[in-house]
């Protein structure tokens, strides 16, 4: 398919993502804001970040914080793992001050993260950093995991990433578009594979279009934004709506991502009756 026939936007899930991160999170009385926290430096530089934190309840409350790692399975599912075991780790990384904090009622206070970037390492890293409220307990009643008097209770968990500024752009790839069930009479479902094969965090934007074979006409549907993470591959669903005119058409799914030259398509033919 002819990319150039598509009109190319320069809006991309970035800033989608900023005005997500502006919105706080709750977690009973329990407040942390931004949700998502990206670092862009070149490798070798420093950064430093803020999270806000503030207690909503009417008593003290004592904050813990911790880095984990996760996986992203093709179905896009996380998979939780201790920070500092996987490849692409966040937490060695980052510095946090104060580990602890300490909270009156309706009180708020900051965290720094610092990121110290490696130098020479041009590979994306990511991780969850978990708020948690603390309650203490007797040394007896306490969770052997943890090994102290202190249980978790209430917990947040924000985001963190970092994609280094220089380097290889990265590289998504798309294929094997494909129809799958649907329970909906009112519409058909397609599945398509996003591979990242370069070692950056790619967000990219996903549509389907209807190219009717008779007529020529078009008609382009929703798109849909996925982050994808490198080296792994991503199986993600498409809805088309049943609103085409009886036909045979050829559908593709049109793949689009910052630092993309070109638009990206995988095609199949369906009939519409």
Do not use: C
Request: aromatic share 8%; glycine share 6%; net charge negative.
């Amino acid at each position: 398919m002819n990319s150039s026939r598509f009109f190319k936007t320069g809006f991309t899930l970035f800033f989608l993502l900023s005005q997500i991160a502006m919105s706080p999170l709750f977690s009973q009385d329990l407040e942390v804001a931004p949700i998502r926290v990206n670092f862009n430096i070149a490798p070798g530089e420093t950064q430093s970040r803020t999270v806000a934190v503030k207690n909503h309840s009417n008593r003290k409350e004592t904050v813990t914080m911790r880095i984990q790692d996760f996986l992203v399975q093709r179905t896009g599912e996380r998979e939780m793992l201790a920070g500092g075991s996987t490849r692409n780790t966040i937490a060695n990384w980052i510095t946090v001050s104060p580990a602890i904090l300490e909270l009156e009622p309706n009180e708020e206070k900051t965290v720094q993260l610092t990121l110290q970037a490696p130098v020479d390492d041009y590979r994306s890293r990511w991780g969850v950093m978990s708020f948690a409220t603390a309650v203490e307990q007797p040394v007896f009643s306490a969770d052997r995991e943890l090994q102290t008097g202190v249980a978790i209770s209430g917990r947040i968990d924000i985001f963190l990433s970092y994609n280094p500024a220089g380097g290889d752009p990265g590289r998504l790839e798309i294929s094997n578009l494909r129809e799958t069930d649907s329970n909906n009479s009112q519409e058909r479902r397609f599945l398509v594979n996003l591979e990242n094969v370069g070692e950056r965090i790619i967000n990219g934007r996903v549509f389907l279009i209807a190219s009717n074979l008779q007529t020529a006409s078009e008609e382009r549907f929703r798109t849909v934004e996925v982050a994808t993470y490198p080296q792994t591959v991503r199986t993600m669903e498409l809805v088309l709506p049943a609103t085409l005119p009886p036909g045979r058409y050829s559908l593709a799914a049109i793949l689009d991502y910052p630092g993309s030259a070109s638009l990206k398509g995988t095609q199949i033919i369906i009939d519409v009756e």
